[in-house]
């Protein structure tokens, strides 16, 4: 990276301190809420910078200038011999099982002297003989693990019903989002889609934290989607950590694969794609996202759980007095961690280009990479920051595409049909009631007469669901 690029994000932070207009209880104002956020630094990630950091950039840039807050390459020169090395490598290599510890005590021992355990670790590493050996014969062990409390670590997965047994809608296979809590099993958000994309991710996890607020982690596997740019960014704009699954050991992900085990046993079992099968017939991915939540908040989030022992929905929404409380995005974040992101250069004609159209931008950044957040459905507001500060929005030049090429066009709904009594709409009718119930108009005109709502949280049945399969020490 280049210093003057690190000196210019250096710039942009301090040089609203350094205005001689400013007040000292201005800038003390200001230089901590600098302070109290994190900023995209020089290489686009995510950077948060200390107030006597600020007060010392913003020192040198009012003693100094610009130029001193370029950063000094540094002066790197090997401290240890290359024959004590080389000696480490060999004693490594004549037993594998050896740590670097133990290399290091064993030089120290011999020459009295001798590299430190960590200088021999990153050694091996580069060399490639920080593998330890497998045990023959020795078999893996397994744990179970679990958050300590809701909103520590949500878990997410795709189903793809539709290659199993349905359901097939419009002659399309769908796909399952599903996002679990770890600590309760409940069902932060879901929604049935045609293709398991970073659209429908993002869908589900914007309505996950603007119902429920911010989990501390989130945890998936490695597929395509969850490994994209997109989802990464709304992470960090939220500021959740993102974990993804080891490759090769599925055992980390057991709560998934049980929820997808019940959800194809008790809902998909249920779900009619063709006549004559005896179960609810659906025709639009509306109505099956419908009947979803209603079995989800009617049958699964009520039953107990064998592991826990509680109801998802009572272990949820109960929280102990050592759970933090969720934490909340503001209207702006949230929109903002959920626009689409990408980087571009700035040409000399202070213009940008975006999937064919052209953008016209603030003349300072000329010669600038700026990120473009947009809309994939609306590509003419498109919002410009640099290192992560609002420049305005571009202004259309040329704009030939309106939509991104990623987002599919929908396609036309067939005609509503006629449908019976069975175990889904039973369910589905259950939910509409209790949601008409909420409001209790007898209690408001006759407010003497005593009266009984349903506390739809706190209904449980006998019935048990599955446990969870083994997760890795």
Not at 261 to 287: D, K, M, N, Q, Y
Request: aromatic share 6%; glycine share 8%; hydrophobic share 35%.
């Amino acid at each position: 990276m280049a210093g003057r690029e690190v000196a210019l994000f250096r710039y942009s932070l301090v040089r609203p301190l350094v205005d001689p207009r400013l007040t000292p209880r201005e800038r003390g104002e200001l230089v901590r809420s600098l302070a109290d956020r994190h900023h995209v630094g020089p290489a686009g990630d995510l950077v948060w910078v200390s107030r006597s950091t600020l007060d010392r950039w913003a020192r040198i840039l009012r003693l100094e200038g610009f130029e001193a807050l370029v950063p000094r390459p540094r002066q790197m020169s090997p401290r240890t011999a290359a024959a004590l090395l080389e000696q480490a490598v060999a004693l490594k290599r004549e037993r594998p099982a050896r740590t670097a510890t133990q290399v290091a005590r064993i030089m120290r021992q011999a020459h009295g002297r001798g590299p430190s355990a960590r200088t021999l670790q990153r050694h091996f590493a580069r060399l490639g003989l920080d593998r330890h050996p497998e045990a023959v014969g020795q078999p893996q062990v397994f744990g179970r693990f679990e958050a300590h409390f809701p909103d520590e670590l949500w878990i997410c997965d795709g189903l793809h019903a539709g290659a199993v047994r349905g359901p097939t809608i419009e002659g399309r296979s769908t796909v399952l989002f599903a996002i679990l809590d770890d600590h309760a099993r409940y069902v932060v958000a879901g929604r049935w889609g045609f293709a398991e994309d970073t659209l429908g991710l993002q869908a589900t996890l914007h309505d996950a934290v603007k119902v429920h607020g911010c989990p501390a982690g989130f945890y998936c596997d490695n597929g395509s989607v969850y490994v994209a740019n997109q989802l990464a960014w709304s992470l960090a704009v939220l500021d959740i950590k993102i974990v993804h699954s080891r490759v090769g050991r599925p055992q980390g992900r057991g709560k998934l694969e049980r929820w997808n085990r019940t959800c194809r046993e008790e809902f998909l079992v249920e779900i009619e794609t063709g006549a004559g099968t005896g179960g609810s017939p659906v025709v639009s991915l509306a109505e099956l996202n419908r009947l979803f939540h209603a079995w989800l908040h009617q049958s699964y989030h009520r039953r107990v759980h064998s592991e826990t022992g509680q109801t998802p929905t009572a272990r949820y929404h109960h929280r102990g007095q050592d759970a933090p409380p969720p934490r909340r995005p503001s209207i702006d974040t949230l929109r903002r961690a959920f626009l689409w992101r990408q980087t571009r250069a700035v040409t000399s004609w202070r213009t940008v280009s975006l999937l064919g159209n052209h953008y016209e931008v603030d003349a300072a950044l000329v010669g600038r990479e700026v990120d473009l957040l947009f809309n994939p459905f609306d590509l003419e507001h498109i919002d410009v920051e640099y290192h992560g500060r609002p420049m305005g929005q571009a202004r259309p030049h040329k704009v030939t595409r309106h939509v991104h090429p990623d987002v599919k066009a929908p396609t036309k709904k067939p005609p509503a049909q006629a449908t019976g009594i069975d175990y889904l709409r039973l369910l589905e009718a259950a939910q509409q009631a209790e949601l008409g119930a909420a409001i209790n108009f007898t209690a408001l005109a006759e407010p003497d007469i005593p009266t009984t709502t349903t506390d739809t949280t706190e209904a449980s049945t006998d019935t048990v669901s599955g446990g969870d399969d083994e997760q890795p020490v």
